[in-house]
């Protein structure tokens, strides 16, 4: 059961939430983080996947904002690739409240161990040199729906994978497609978490109070931490994913930790 709320339960989750806002500004895969706090918390695995929608939601809501302001957001382009992106999320969303519990954490482990190879091999500069024209073929859409169905499930290391095909697929600059990455996840997402709410299990007050600090840490980042580099969150994110995967097969227990100290 998840616990009631306290003031070291806010600063838990608002600190958290920053992190999670700072690393996804800058690079990406902080969901690790917002989903293990959540089941740290007494959430089970999957409310803690659906909960994990909201600050996703309202964080993705804060970027396009900025990008549309900023005219670097090419809203006719995000609906087209978001159709497809919204069946699958759908589909996704329905798959991860079915399956049980040691499919959804094998799904999660895996998902860890592959954004730290992906970490481990992918470069800023190999990003950055797939700008150019922005080119949408019909394989894209399937993308895109794949991508769908696979943020849908678990999302943790969506973005990641909407940079890889709107980088090197669609020959996007990073500015257009870190654009387009937000925009998609905010126009998809409320709909695996219609499922999610549907199926009972979501935590409103974890989520909303996560999503506070999700904003400021996104703030920060894209204020100050610009010049800090790739590598220090590469090194940092990797990190944390360890300690993650720890926990999530029962090497060693955060939630334990953190109630010695709530």
């Given at each position: 059961?998840?616990?009631a709320?306290?003031?070291?339960?806010?600063?838990?989750?608002?600190?958290?939430?920053?992190?999670?806002?700072?690393?996804?500004?800058?690079?990406?895969?902080?969901?690790?983080?917002?989903?293990?706090?959540f089941?740290?918390?007494?959430?089970?695995?999957?409310?803690?996947n659906?909960?994990?929608?909201?600050?996703?939601?309202?964080?993705?809501?804060?970027?396009?904002l900025?990008?549309?302001?900023?005219?670097?957001?090419?809203?006719?382009?995000?609906?087209?690739?978001?159709?497809?992106?919204?069946?699958?999320?759908?589909?996704?969303?329905?798959?991860?409240?079915?399956?049980?519990r040691?499919?959804?954490?094998?799904?999660?482990?895996?998902?860890?161990?592959?954004?730290?190879?992906?970490?481990?091999?992918?470069?800023?500069?190999?990003?950055?040199?797939?700008?150019?024209?922005?080119?949408?073929?019909?394989?894209?859409?399937?993308?895109?729906?794949?991508?769908?169905?696979?943020?849908?499930?678990?999302?943790?290391?969506?973005?990641?994978?909407?940079?890889?095909?709107?980088?090197?697929?669609?020959?996007?600059?990073?500015?257009?497609?870190?654009?387009?990455?937000?925009?998609?996840?905010?126009?998809?997402?409320?709909?695996?978490?219609?499922?999610?709410?549907?199926?009972?299990?979501?935590?409103?007050?974890?989520?909303?109070?996560?999503?506070?600090?999700?904003?400021?840490?996104?703030?920060?980042?894209?204020?100050?931490?610009?010049?800090?580099?790739?590598?220090?969150?590469?090194?940092?994110?990797a990190?944390v994913?360890?300690f993650c995967?720890?926990?999530?097969?029962?090497?060693?227990?955060?939630?334990?930790?953190?109630?010695?100290?709530?």
């Amino acid at each position: 059961m998840p616990h009631a709320i306290s003031w070291p339960i806010i600063l838990m989750l608002v600190v958290s939430g920053v992190v999670v806002g700072f690393i996804n500004t800058l690079a990406g895969g902080g969901t690790i983080i917002s989903i293990t706090t959540f089941m740290t918390l007494g959430l089970p695995l999957q409310a803690a996947n659906g909960t994990n929608r909201i600050p996703v939601i309202l964080q993705n809501l804060t970027s396009s904002l900025t990008f549309f302001r900023r005219k670097v957001l090419d809203v006719r382009l995000g609906l087209k690739l978001a159709l497809p992106a919204i069946a699958g999320n759908l589909l996704g969303a329905q798959v991860a409240v079915t399956v049980n519990r040691e499919v959804l954490t094998v799904s999660l482990g895996a998902v860890m161990l592959a954004i730290l190879v992906f970490m481990a091999f992918s470069t800023e500069k190999r990003l950055k040199k797939s700008a150019g024209e922005v080119r949408v073929r019909t394989i894209d859409y399937l993308w895109f729906f794949l991508i769908g169905f696979y943020g849908g499930y678990i999302y943790v290391g969506l973005g990641y994978m909407l940079l890889a095909v709107t980088l090197m697929s669609m020959r996007m600059d990073l500015v257009t497609a870190n654009a387009i990455k937000s925009f998609v996840v905010l126009v998809s997402a409320p709909f695996s978490l219609a499922i999610f709410l549907f199926n009972g299990g979501i935590s409103y007050t974890y989520g909303f109070i996560h999503a506070i600090g999700n904003i400021i840490g996104a703030y920060i980042a894209s204020r100050y931490a610009i010049g800090w580099g790739v590598n220090f969150l590469r090194i940092f994110l990797a990190a944390v994913i360890l300690f993650c995967l720890a926990d999530l097969f029962g090497f060693i227990s955060i939630r334990d930790l953190i109630l010695r100290v709530i």
